[in-house]
Every structure is written in structure tokens, then in C-alpha cells.
């Protein structure tokens, strides 16, 4: 008996000095309050011991945990032990996919590719916007003019008749969801952030411009917004011809340059119709890479390219416009997997929907995979798929005819095994009347 417990203190030493150092004072004071940072989260073990076994819990049980006790709860809500996950290589990617559902609400599921467990997110806070708005569109009159009545018509065809958020953009900054712009019959200048590890909406600084349908990208840990559409005091809506960027360091956007369009033509200011839109943006080799498409049709008529080291903006490479998505067959069927940019290319052929990569150095698009199983609905291609990359894996999200959404995935670690038979669906799930609005992999 004696030998036992002495072999256990002795076993409990050797642990404890495997894990002192490894995880910093700063962890461990965050899982207690003041006057409790000698409490044991795990009764009998060190507390160092203990941040190594919770850390490896996966994410789908989190939630539960922080209901165990008041320690847990601050632990699985602090940053420190998600930089421990990092530090062990047990992070795990979970996928946010944004739908606007038959009400035209926004809505947020989040799954887990390991088990294909779909999980709704809270809402986000725009009551205070709406009241905004409301108020914004009541103190808003008639007119004699035929300008000022053609601009109100274009905003009621664009914006809509009900007060609903849409019209937005995320992507995944410094481990947090953000959402960026919208509108609510007006652009909004409003931004929204989503911690994955408190489970809880945020407001950040709102932009220094008011943006619907804006494009958004990371790039050196800075989030951008990209052009998008506002409203005109005389003519309705027009395409805005710049970008700028959040730096969450500080908390503040500041200006990312003008369009080369915006420079080179000043005088299409008057025609908003002929102006190119912001219709979908790739973060590639430490750049922005933006294509356009006109303002009143679905057609791409070329693109820029963004060097955050000159905060300029040039011509995009004639190859990369060619074989770019079109924008009508939807939100975004490109993304960067494993450094390279790829795109979903749906065709009317018997080969079906084809996987191409861009080849930089020669400025042109190839076909590395055919016959992939994605159904596209070419007549009516409301925002039948979206697309998002991550490491080596390419996951596709795509609306099937029955209303169900299904969640498809490859790995493209080598490029010369992507066949159809390595494409793995890993959820399905029926939402009913659904519009994919966008896709984002969130890692913690």
C-alpha cells in the first residue's frame, strides 16, 4: 500500500516537471480568479497537467465543459488554452456557412467536419441598425425629379422591401468570424465579430465607409473590405472604386487605395451603370487578387491586384482574368488551397463540374479534375455553391435540387490523385429553402 502511493507521488512529480514551463503562469492565472489560482482544475493533478488534458478535448464538447464549474467555464473561454491547442497541434477546423433562409434571415450554422454535427450559431446584434434604418428610410421624401424616382426604385429592387440584414461579407481574422457591411434598405458601415470561444457576438471599430456587398479578404493578419455599393444623393446606388483595411491590433481602418478604373477614368463617375463592381476577391502569394464585373450585368470585364507594400492597385494578369468564375454561377467558386489558387469551373459538357488551378507562372488555368460529384443548376444558379480552402483541403458546399445542402471534401495534398472517387462527402442536411450566402473555415 505504502509502495503504491509512494510510486503515485512519485509518478505525480515526474509529470509535474514534464509540464512545468511548457505552459506559462499567464495560463494558468486565467483559469482562476484572484485568491483561487492555487484551486485545482483536475482534483489531484497539477494544474499544468490539467490545461494539457483539457486542451485536448475536442471542440464539440466544449460547450458542455464550461458548464462543469465556474474554472471551466473562464478556462475554455480564455485565449491561453486555444494557444495551447495550437502549441500541441490538436487545433480542429470547424466550417461557418452563412444562409439566408426562406424569410430572408441570415443565419449561421457552424459544423464539425470530424462528425458532421451541424450547430446554429446565436444572431447577430443588428436590432440597433434596424431602428437606424427604420428611421433613416422614414425621413426620406419624395421628389419630382426623374433621377432622384429611377434611384429610388433601384434601391427598393436591390435592398428590398422588408427590413433584413443582407447584402454582407465575412472571412476569419486572428481567430474570430467577422462580418463586414451589409444593408438595411441603407449600406452600413457596421462590423461584427464572432468568438468561437465565447460563443458570443461583438462589435468592433465600423468602417470609415458605408458598404453593401462589399468583397473581404485577410492578408498579413489584416482584414479588407473591398468595394461594394452605397447610395448616391441624386441617382440611387453606384459601385465605390476603393478598399480599406482593420487592422485588429489597434482597432482602426484606414484607407487601402483606389481602383486603377476609379484613376483612369474619372469621367464614368456620371455613368454608374458602365462602372465595374467588386465581384469576388483570392488572398494569393501576399496579394489581393480582385475581379470586376459590371454594375448591371453578371459579366466579368477584368480585374486588379492589391501589393499591401505600395497600396497600390494594378492590372490583373490577362490569364487570370480568362479563366476566372463567373459571377453569376456563384458567391465564390475560387479560393487558395496549399498556396494555390483553384476554382470549381461548371460546365455544359458531359465532364460535368471540372477542379482548375491557376498556374502563376505561365498565366493560365489548367484542368487537374474532372467529373466532380457537384451538381450545378445552370438555369436558375442562385448561389448553388460555395467554396472554402484550408491547409491542403479544398470543402465545397453545395444546394441540391431538394433543398438539402451537402458538405463535400478533398484533400489536394498531390494534385496528380484528385479524382472523383477521393471527393467525400462529410454532411448532408435538408434546411429547406436556403440561398449559400458564404463559407468560412474558422481553426482553434
Known sequence: M??????????NKNLERKFTGTVSESIISTGAR???????????????????????????HHTSLKLVCPSWN????????????????????????????????????????????????????????????????????????????????????????????????????????FVVGGCLRAPLDSVWRYDARTETW??????????????????????Y??????????DGVYPIQSAEVYDPTTNQWSPAGMFCFSRKDPAASTAHMSKPMATSVVSYHHKLCLSHSLYSQYVNVGGE????????????PRGMVDGWPA??????LNTVVNGEMVALDPTNSLDGVRLKLYDNQNDEWKIVCTRIPISFDLVYPDSPCVVAGFKTKLYSVT??????????????????????????????RSFGFVKLVTCQVLDI
Open 399 to 428: 444546394k441540391e435540387y431538394n433543398g438539402s445542402v451537402s458538405v463535400l471534401c478533398v484533400d489536394l495534398s498531390s494534385l496528380s490523385d484528385c479524382d472523383v472517387k477521393v471527393w467525400k462527402t462529410i454532411a448532408s
Open 202 to 223: 461583438s462589435t468592433v471599430c465600423r468602417m470609415d465607409t458605408a458598404r453593401a456587398f462589399c468583397k473581404t479578404a485577410c492578408l498579413h493578419n489584416k482584414l
Open 74 to 177: 473562464r478556462v475554455f473561454k480564455s485565449t491561453p488554452i486555444y494557444q495551447l491547442r495550437k502549441q500541441l497541434a490538436v487545433t480542429e477546423e470547424w466550417l461557418y456557412i452563412l444562409m439566408k433562409d426562406a424569410d430572408d434571415q441570415l443565419v449561421w450554422y457552424a459544423l464539425d467536419p470530424e462528425t458532421g454535427q451541424w450547430k446554429t450559431l446565436p444572431p447577430m446584434p443588428i436590432s440597433i441598425q434596424e431602428e437606424e434604418a427604420k428611421a433613416e428610410m422614414g425621413q426620406q421624401q419624395g421628389s419630382d425629379s426623374l433621377m432622384k424616382l429611377y434611384g429610388k426604385w433601384m434601391i427598393r429592387v436591390i435592398f428590398g422591401d422588408r427590413i433584413r440584414l443582407k447584402g454582407c461579407s465575412a472571412a476569419v481574422l486572428d481567430g474570430c468570424l
Open 305 to 316: 491586384v492589391y501589393e499591401p507594400m505600395s497600396n497600390t492597385w494594378s492590372k490583373m
Open 225 to 234: 473590405a473591398i468595394g461594394g455599393v452605397q447610395l448616391g444623393v441624386q
Open 327 to 332: 459571377p453569376q454561377l456563384g458567391t465564390k
Open 2 to 11: 505504502g509502495a503504491n502511493l509512494s510510486f503515485l507521488q512519485s509518478n
Open 34 to 60: 484572484a485568491g483561487e489560482e492555487h484551486l485545482q482544475l483536475i482534483p489531484g493533478l497539477p494544474n499544468e497537467l490539467a490545461y494539457h488534458i483539457l486542451a485536448r478535448v475536442p471542440r464539440r
